[in-house]
């Protein structure tokens, strides 16, 4: 029967809305307000029945305090959710962050016994800290197999570029992360590795035959699945031979027929951003949240208008455009999965979702840098040891993907001070900085923008998010060419996209000391430089005046 009340009826659909936060305490701290809802609004939505929080931003200490301040003003329990495919760490400083799923994927294909167990363990270590911060369901493991190697937002996220690596790496992960009681989520349904599209910024096209997805892409989804997976994230991914007109998100024949009709998926199905481009570039916010909702999907997430999303929902149930039954299936589904991991329906708003006991101070473990190191060790790639030649005037030129402040180039970072003890003077250039580049396609490389003497080379590139195809037109092996020609390049360090580095070996002398890491962080800059400078004592000590203590 259709519910009467409509005041009802709304917290109801409610409970299926996934909503941005912030994981900073005051507005005035959201890293990104243009999606995050204020305090205030944050407030009003728990309060009308919003049933989950997708957060970012903070310390793992404002995290643990924000997500039992947000419960708090629910009567319902929450489902609290983050994108920490690579660690607690990369979305809350002072977590763990961890290389990309492709280094293990890179150790797989020599050690495959190490590979499945860092892959567990690696569940294991986002699992214990997420239930720590407050987090019980994360956003992963991604199952998207990533064979393009033009895909500019998978890339390293991928555990592979098959489907043999990335289903059984998947399922270490999944093994790992459960055993901590915290949900998981099998990400981009049916597959977003074989595009050269950004969903972020567009709509990707695939054209491969339901036959073809079921003999690759499809392989990882359906083990993670049969291996209890608690949901699948649909990706905004156009599939003209299964669905011509809409969307995974949007599309019934992908996300009820073949995810849950075919592949047998009982759990939680859950919308990428309905923010996305994607998306808000063809369909406005009602129609895409009615959509996704008769599609199959059981949890929205990220409308752009939370009281639109709600409203349109609610009057496609009025109307029985939708039939009242999904609603009922997609609120036992959330019951279900909240009930997997211990949360409780509670009516007093005073109570709160029972936390782990364990100290925040202590949330990153041994054993949490014991896999770090473990990962940086094996996954990195020297091709020629060196050493570095020590220099009295070098450049040491690195290349970033962002402008700085940047978690991977700070004060301490190994890239800026370690070559400085080898005479190698920094110079960062990025994407919204004054171009390296000149009009010559042989030799593209601005030399005289720089000092002069031999360069040591650092390229920090990754998929990302946002940044479309501008890292392909980036000519870095031709620069590389140009500096062998000059007789100017001293080493070269590549950080993340394996790709890139596949180039540039193609073309790079083997008298060349370099070295490929999939890692950015701290560690694999650290690790791969200090090989390449022969690991000498006087690399890793910081000068003297190097850092002053800050005072007023």
């Known amino acids: ?68 301040l947000i419960q708090q003003w629910s009567n319902k329990p929450l489902l609290f959710c983050a994108d920490v495919e690579e660690g607690i760490g990369q979305r809350f400083s002072g977590g763990t962050t961890l290389l990309p799923p492709m280094s293990v994927g890179q150790i797989y294909k020599n050690n495959p016994d190490d590979a499945i167990e860092l892959a567990e363990n690696y569940g294991r270590c986002i699992g214990r800290q997420a239930k720590i911060c407050g987090l019980n369901w994360v956003l992963a493991p991604v199952c998207d197999i990533n064979n393009n190697i033009n895909n500019p937002v998978i890339n390293v996220r991928a555990w592979g570029e098959d489907s043999l690596s990335v289903s059984v790496l998947a399922k270490a992960f999944q093994r790992g992360i459960s055993s901590q009681k915290v949900l998981t ?35 990882p ?35 009820t027929e073949l995810l849950r009709n075919q592949l047998g998926f009982k759990g939680l199905v859950v ?51 939708i039939p009242i039954q999904r609603l009922q299936e997609s609120l036992e589904r959330r019951t279900n999965a909240l009930a997997k991991i211990g949360a409780k329906e509670f009516t007093d708003k005073k109570q709160q979702l029972i936390r782990s006991q364990l100290d925040l101070s202590v949330i990153e473990e041994k054993e949490d840098r014991r896999l770090v190191n473990e990962l940086v060790k094996q996954s990195l790639v020297i091709r020629n040891p060196g050493p570095v030649e020590k220099v009295e ?67 920090f590139m990754r998929g990302n998010p946002f940044k479309g195809t501008r890292d392909n037109q980036e000519p870095w092996v031709k620069a590389i060419q ?57 690399l890793i000590s910081i000068k003297d005046n190097f850092f002053q203590a800050f005072t007023d």
């Open 271 to 321: 919308t990428d951003a309905l923010s996305m481009k994607a998306i808000t570039k063809n369909y406005g916010i009602e129609k895409a949240s009615i959509m996704a909702f008769a599609a199959g999907a059981d949890l929205i997430l990220m409308p752009s208008d939370v009281e639109k999303a709600i409203d349109a929902i609610c009057q496609a149930l009025i109307s029985e455009k």
């Open 185 to 219: 989520c099998a990400k981009h349904f049916p597959g977003h590795g074989n595009t050269s599209v950004d969903s972020h910024l567009q709509l990707p096209i695939i054209d491969s035959e339901l036959s073809l997805l079921k003999e690759f892409e499809l392989i």
């Open 482 to 538: 140009q500096l062998q020609k000059a007789q100017l390049l001293a080493g070269l360090v590549v950080y993340g996209n394996p790709y890139l580095w596949q180039k540039i070996i193609e073309v790079l002398h083997s008298s060349i000391p370099s070295a490929y890491t999939p890692g950015q962080i701290y560690e694999a800059q650290t690790k791969a430089i200090s090989t390449l400078f022969g690991n000498n004592n006087s």
């Open 393 to 459: 005037e070098g450049v040491n030129l690195i290349r970033i993907d962002s402008i700085m402040p940047n978690s991977l180039l700070g004060n301490k970072s190994p890239s800026l001070f370690l070559p400085e003890n080898f005479g190698y003077k920094t110079t960062i250039v990025h994407y919204f900085g004054i171009s390296p580049w000149r009009n010559n396609s042989d030799e593209p490389l601005d030399l005289d923008r720089f000092q002069k003497g031999p360069i040591f080379l650092q390229i």
């Open 221 to 255: 989804f359906k083990d993670l699945i049969d291996e209890g997976v608690d949901s699948v994230m649909t990706g905004h991914l156009l599939l003209t031979n299964i669905d011509a007109y809409n969307p995974a998100t949007l599309s019934f024949s992908l996300t």
């Open 1 to 68: 029967m259709i519910e009467k009340d409509l005041v009802g009826l709304k917290n109801k659909v409610a409970e299926l809305i996934i909503v941005r936060a912030s994981g900073h305490a005051t507005d005035s701290q959201r890293e990104y307000p243009q999606w995050e809802l204020t305090n205030l609004e944050l407030r009003r939505c728990m309060e009308e029945g919003v049933g989950g929080v997708i957060l970012f931003g903070g310390t793992t200490i404002e995290l643990e305090h924000r997500t039992n």
